[in-house]
């Protein structure tokens, strides 16, 4: 009863955190862009993500008539339900329940994520949705490539695969010992999440709005929660990965702080650079990024030899 307690509380609290992480990202946008964001409603617009929230949910629910009907309004929540079960492997410094083997368990869930993604553009039964879909499938099926053998290289350098020794085992973070493998790190969770400059799946300028364009009311908030969850989820691997902390005493008051600058990435990256072409991403995964990853990872195995 109380890990039921405690795993519920912890998706409420993601949840809510998505929902400002929304407001934020609206507001260093403005910024980014020299104007003022949201500012209209109560004080300094925090209520905003309720408003929206309220909007979206409110709105009348419409489906395509030819649509898969089941799949179309299933995978929406799966996609939410799947980006929520990655914070199940949160390494508190005490947990109440942990994996011994979350590396791999996150391998396959954000391996699972295009699933979603891919059954919603199919089941729209939508030109438009299907193209997005298939980009979608592709893009992140070349970067879950990288991904892999990055984490394989990080599990060699740990010697473990569990979450909270490798969130405190290092005194130095790896983002300063393995700089180009960070980098790569960094190209490919922007490309697992469809974020700028890897938005191909949602091109709105050729595409209407990619795999969701006939999706609307909850079914579409559900997407957009799903989008912004495994944003913040990303952050949190991302300082699990490479920013561990020197001194496991301060783990669970520095963590979130590290997280939360590694979503603002996040948003500067959307508000600066701009779309990729999506041959050129293509190529850079395949003949430029893999190869340095296979490289790190012979260079960690044959490390790890000698020693």
């Known amino acids: 009863m109380m890990l039921t ?3 519920t509380l912890t998706y409420l609290m993601v949840l809510l955190s998505m929902a400002f992480f929304t407001l934020l990202e609206r507001k260093l946008l403005g910024y980014l862009q ?5 500012n209209k409603i109560s004080l300094m617009g925090l209520p905003l993500p309720f408003a929206d929230a309220i909007k979206l949910f409110c709105k009348e629910y419409s489906s395509m008539m030819k649509a898969n009907t089941m799949l179309f309004v299933t995978m929406p929540i799966f996609n939410l339900a799947m980006a929520l079960l990655l914070w199940s492997l949160y390494p508190y410094s005490s947990p109440s329940f942990f994996f011994s083997y979350g590396s791999l368990l996150f391998i396959c869930l954000s391996s699972t994520m295009v699933y979603p993604l891919m059954l919603s553009g199919w089941s729209s039964n939508s030109k438009y949705a299907l193209i997005g879909a298939i980009r979608s499938i592709a893009q992140t099926i070349s970067y879950e490539v990288n991904m892999s053998f990055i984490l394989l290289t990080l599990m060699i350098i740990f010697s473990s695969f569990n979450l909270v020794s490798m ?3 290092h005194s130095s973070p790896l ?3 393995l700089p180009f493998l960070f980098l790569i790190w ?3 969770i922007l490309a697992e999440t469809n974020r700028t400059p890897f938005d191909l799946s949602e091109g709105e300028s050729e595409l209407v709005s990619g ?3 006939e999706y609307s009311s909850n079914s579409f908030a559900f997407i957009f929660m799903a989008e912004y969850t495994n944003i913040l989820a990303m952050s949190l691997f991302s300082t699990i990965f490479f920013f561990s902390s020197p001194l496991p005493i301060f783990h669970d008051m520095v963590t979130p702080m590290k997280i939360i600058l590694v979503a603002i990435f996040f948003i500067w990256a959307r ?11 293509m190529s850079l995964t395949w003949k430029s990024l893999l190869p340095i990853t296979i490289i790190a990872l012979m260079f960690s195995l044959s490390m790890k030899f000698f020693i």
């Open 271 to 281: 508000g600066t650079l701009p779309r990729m072409r999506y041959d050129l991403l």
């Open 34 to 38: 020299l104007r003022k964001g949201p």
């Open 175 to 177: 983002m300063i010992l």
């Open 5 to 7: 307690s405690l795993i």
């Open 211 to 213: 795999f969701n364009v």
């Open 167 to 169: 969130s405190v085992t």
């Open 186 to 188: 960094v190209a490919s």
